[in-house]
C-alpha cells in the first residue's frame, strides 16, 4: 500500500537547510493535517520514515524535527532513533508534569536536541523552558508576545527558529530579533512525499505486542508469530539495516534479527507499529503467499544433507518471496535495505547455488513451471511427489493459522 508524510525545510540564517520538519499526511493529495491522535500521528510519520521511505531519502545529511506527545515522551519513543538525526519536538500545551520532565531530562544527557514547539514564554512553564535547547517562535502570534519570548531567548542563551515565516520583510525581522533557522511558506511549503510498504496483519502484530509485553517474554513464540508475518520481518531487517542504528551483522534467521535489536527495543518499535491504522484484510493473501513460500523452502531444504543445518535460513529467504514477486527493480532494492547474507541474497537473486536451486524447486512448482521444476528435483535425486506431500503439508498448517 501507499504511504504519505510531507517535510518541510528548516534553514539557516544564510539559507543553508538545517534540517526537515516531518509531519503526519493521510492521503497524497490534501497537503494538511487532518486532525487524527498525536500518538497516531506520530506513530505514522516515524514508522513510514523508516519502513516505507527510507529516512535517508528522506533527510539525507540533515536532521529531522518530530513532534512528540506527552505519552510517546514517557515510554522514551524519541530513544528509538539516533540523537545524530533527530530533535525533540515538545509541545508547550501539553502536561508538564514530573514524568514528562524526567523523559525531556534523560534525552538530554543522552544528547538529544530539545525544541520547544509554538512557544510562548510563561511562568507555568519555566522547567520545560529551561530544559528546551531550541525555542520555535511562532510568527502568527502578536508582535508583542515574539518579542517578549525572542527576549528570554536572548537572555537565557536558547536558540530560536521563526516558524510560519511569510514575507521577506518578517525574515529579515526574525534575524534582528536573533533567530538562528528560519521556516515557513516564504522559503518553501511542506512537500509530500510517498512510498510504498506491505503492513503487518493486525493479528500478528497484537499476538507480538502481548508476547513481548510479557514479565519474562517468550522469545520463541514471539519468533513463531513473526514468522507468519513477511511485514514485520521486513520492517525489523531494514532497521537493522539503518545506517542511524549501526549495525553490520548480517542477518540468516528471524531468531537472529531478534536477538539482533534487543527485546527493549523490538518492543518500543511494535509499540509504535501497532498505533497505526491497520488495513484488516488487503494483505492476507499476499501474507498467505510469502508464508507458503516460506514453509515450502524450509521444508525442500530439509531433503538435502548439505542444507538442513540452515533450514531457518531457507526460511527466511522465502517469507521474502513477496520482494521478489514485486520485480527486479523491487528486490535489487529491498536487497540494499535487508541486511541479509550472500547465500539468502544469492537465492532470492536466483544466481546460482543450494538457495537459489531450493528458492527455484519451490517458485517452479507454486508457479506450475514444471520443466524447470524437474530439472532441478533431478539434480538433487528429489522425487517430484515428495514435494506435491510436502506443498500439501504446507498448504493444510497456512489455512490453520488465524490471519484476520
Not at 508475518?229 to 537493522?240: E, H, K, M, P
Not at 501497532?274 to 516460506?294: I, P, R, W, Y
Request: aromatic share 10%; proline share 3%.
Amino acid at each position: 500500500m501507499n504511504v504519505y508524510m510531507a517535510r518541510q525545510p528548516i534553514f539557516d540564517h544564510e539559507n543553508n537547510v538545517y534540517a526537515y520538519e516531518l509531519l503526519y499526511r493521510s492521503n497524497g493529495s490534501e497537503n494538511a493535517y487532518n486532525g487524527v491522535s498525536g500518538d497516531e500521528s506520530t506513530a505514522d510519520v516515524v514508522t513510514n520514515a523508516f519502513f516505507g521511505l527510507d529516512v535517508k531519502n528522506v533527510i539525507g545529511n540533515a536532521r529531522a524535527f518530530i513532534n512528540f506527545t506527552g505519552n510517546l515522551l514517557k515510554r522514551g519513543i524519541p530513544k528509538m532513533i539516533s540523537p545524530e538525526i533527530l530533535v525533540v519536538e515538545v509541545l508547550e500545551n501539553q502536561l508538564t508534569d514530573d514524568d514528562l520532565l524526567d523523559a525531556c531530562q534523560e534525552l538530554k544527557e543522552l544528547g538529544y536536541m530539545i525544541a520547544l514547539d509554538d512557544f510562548e514564554y510563561s511562568n507555568a512553564y519555566s522547567e520545560l523552558f529551561q530544559l528546551g535547547d531550541l525555542v520555535k517562535i511562532d510568527f502568527r502570534t502578536p508582535q508583542k508576545s515574539i518579542e517578549e519570548t525572542a527576549y528570554v531567548c536572548r537572555y537565557s542563551n536558547k536558540l530560536m527558529l521563526a516558524e510560519k515565516i511569510e514575507t521577506r520583510d518578517e525574515f529579515e525581522y526574525a534575524k534582528k530579533l536573533g533567530c538562528t533557522y528560519m521556516q515557513g511558506y516564504y522559503f518553501a511549503k511542506p512537500a509530500i512525499m510517498s512510498g510504498s510498504s506491505i503492513q503487518p496483519l493486525p493479528v500478528n502484530l497484537m499476538q507480538v505486542m502481548q508476547l513481548i509485553s510479557e514479565p519474562e517474554p517468550d522469545i520463541g513464540g514471539i519468533v513463531d508469530v513473526m514468522s507468519r508475518d513477511t511485514a514485520i520481518c521486513q520492517r525489523i531487517l531494514r532497521l537493522i539495516n539503518s545506517a542511524y542504528f549501526g549495525v553490520s551483522n548480517k542477518v540468516s534467521s528471524i531468531n537472529q534479527a531478534i536477538l539482533i535489536l534487543g527485546l527493549d527495543y523490538l518492543r518500543e518499535w511494535v509499540y509504535l507499529m501497532g498505533m497505526q491504522k491497520l488495513t484488516h484484510n488487503d494483505n492476507v493473501e499476499a501474507m498467505k503467499t510469502s508464508l507458503l513460500m516460506a514453509k515450502l523452502c524450509k521444508k525442500i531444504s530439509l531433503l538435502i544433507p548439505e542444507a538442513e543445518e540452515q533450514s531457518e535460513s531457507f526460511y527466511l529467504m522465502g517469507l521474502l518471496s513477496m520482494v521478489v514477486l514485486g520485480g527486479e527493480r523491487a528486490l535489487a532494492q529491498a536487497l540494499d535495505e535487508f541486511p541479509l547474507t550472500n547465500d539468502i541474497k544469492k537465492g532470492l537473486l536466483r544466481r546460482g547455488g543450494i538457495y537459489s536451486d531450493v528458492f527455484e524447486m519451490a517458485m517452479s512448482y507454486t508457479s506450475a513451471d514444471w520443466e524447470r521444476f524437474e530439472e532441478i528435483t533431478e539434480k538433487y535425486n528429489i522425487d517430484n511427489s515428495v514435494i506435491t506431500n510436502l506443498f500439501v503439508e504446507c498448504t493444510k498448517e497456512i489455512e490453520q493459522i488465524q490471519m484476520t
